[in-house]
Nanobody, 127 residues
């Protein structure tokens, strides 16, 4: 299983970026893809996730209304559209895969629920 993030970069506050996560080697059907981020000196936090089976989406309160997660199952690609970005969005962003998504019991934005991780992409928002 391989996850590859792309689309990070430098953007001014109020601007937008779109991150892409491309998944390969995954054979499970009921999985979810999540986006996480980690700023220097902080823990890695869940940002958003999407279920492959029914397209359900979940967001951290800090990004609701600004970020949108979507997927193209045929391309095995998940996107994170980030709008109205703030300096506090600066972090390394990771995508991850939860091979058996069970939102009724899992912490859907908890990193312990995810088994496979990408290498991360840097996002920097200047003020």
């Amino acid at each position: 299983v391989q996850l590859v993030e792309s689309g990070g970069g430098l953007v001014q506050a109020g601007g937008s970026l779109r991150l892409t996560c491309t998944v390969s080697g995954f054979t499970f059907d009921d999985y979810a893809i999540g986006w996480f981020r980690q700023a220097p000196g902080t823990e890695r936090d869940g940002v958003s996730c999407i279920s492959r089976s029914d397209g359900s989406t979940y967001y951290a309160d800090s990004v609701k209304g600004r970020f949108t997660i979507s997927s193209d199952n045929a391309k095995k690609t998940v996107y994170l559209q980030m709008n109205n970005m703030k300096p506090e969005d600066t972090a390394v962003y990771y995508c991850a895969a939860d091979e058996l998504f069970q939102p009724w019991s899992d912490n859907v934005l908890g990193e312990d629920s995810y088994e496979y991780w990408g290498q991360g992409t840097q996002v920097t928002v200047s003020s």
